[in-house]
């Protein structure tokens, strides 16, 4: 009996199948010591335990007791599980926005680059014509002095050299303000390339050591820096990248 009993304790003794558990290893180790002297033992069985009123009712606040912390155990982990999931649902919402706002800032670099491409390309094209028309120009002009050399009327041909010269200098005029045209149109066309431009303006007159201040659009920022007794309209608070 000492070695079923042994360290067992009360629940492994007596509650459920423990009951049948000790009566099979008291079958076991009886059943060992019988057979030494041939016998043979049958029908072991393990008594029915009373317990006291007051026994039971400390039992089964122990039961209970032992449930609620189980319970308590399993609500635990539950709430551990949901707010890991929950965690994991935020964080991959972070990062999908955090990668659509990064493609749409690469698909708008690569769009003003292609702009200015066209721009470089346009105006290689308008400064081609305009040596055109001055390569042009001065061939008349070139045209009209060997005439003049050849023609006996120098006062004619010193008009028709003058008029030529103001033609040219009108074709000139024309050649340049198209070019001026031209890219008033482009602008006019595309505002977001004349934006482009402001901004690249404004980057390059920046220097290392001014501040930028970034306020919400259609804002204008009346009070910046806070003194006495004055609040600021802006929030100048540090903000880490």
């Given at each position: 009996?000492?070695?079923?009993?042994?360290?067992?304790?009360?629940?492994?003794?007596?509650?459920?199948?423990?009951?049948?558990?000790?009566?099979?290893?008291?079958?076991?180790?009886?059943?060992?010591?019988?057979?030494?002297?041939?016998?043979?033992?049958?029908?072991?069985?393990?008594?029915?335990?009373?317990?006291?009123?007051?026994?039971?009712?400390?039992?089964?606040?122990?039961?209970?007791?032992?449930?609620?912390?189980?319970?308590?155990a399993q609500d635990k982990l539950k709430a551990d599980a949901e707010s890991a999931a929950e965690q994991a649902r935020q964080e991959g919402e972070i990062r999908v926005q955090q990668s659509r706002i990064q493609e749409e800032s690469k698909q708008q670099t690569l769009l003003a680059e292609l702009e200015q491409k066209k721009i470089l390309s346009q105006k290689s094209v308008i400064e081609a014509e305009r040596a055109n028309e001055l390569a042009r120009v001065?061939?008349?002009?070139?045209?009209?002095?060997?005439?003049?050399?050849?023609?006996?009327?120098?006062?004619?041909?010193?008009?028709?050299?003058?008029?030529?010269?103001?033609?040219?200098?009108?074709?000139?005029?024309?050649a340049d303000l198209a070019y001026q045209q031209i890219l008033a149109g482009i602008y006019d066309k595309n505002p977001g390339l004349l934006n482009l431009r402001i901004v690249q303006a404004n980057a390059d007159a920046l220097k290392a050591t001014d501040k930028l201040i970034f306020t919400p659009e259609g804002t204008v920022p009346n009070i910046v820096i806070p003194g006495s007794g004055v609040l600021p309209t802006i929030n100048t608070a540090p903000v880490s990248p």
């Open positions: 009996m000492k070695v079923c009993v042994g360290q067992r304790t009360f629940n492994d003794s007596i509650i459920g199948s423990a009951r049948d558990d000790l009566r099979n290893c008291v079958d076991e180790e009886l059943g060992k010591f019988s057979s030494v002297f041939g016998a043979t033992l049958a029908n072991v069985v393990v008594p029915d335990v009373v317990l006291s009123d007051d026994v039971r009712s400390r039992l089964d606040a122990i039961v209970q007791s032992r449930l609620e912390t189980e319970k308590a001065e061939a008349e002009q070139a045209i009209i002095e060997a005439q003049k050399i050849n023609e006996l009327l120098a006062a004619e041909k010193d008009l028709e050299i003058n008029q030529a010269m103001a033609k040219a200098a009108v074709e000139k005029a024309k």
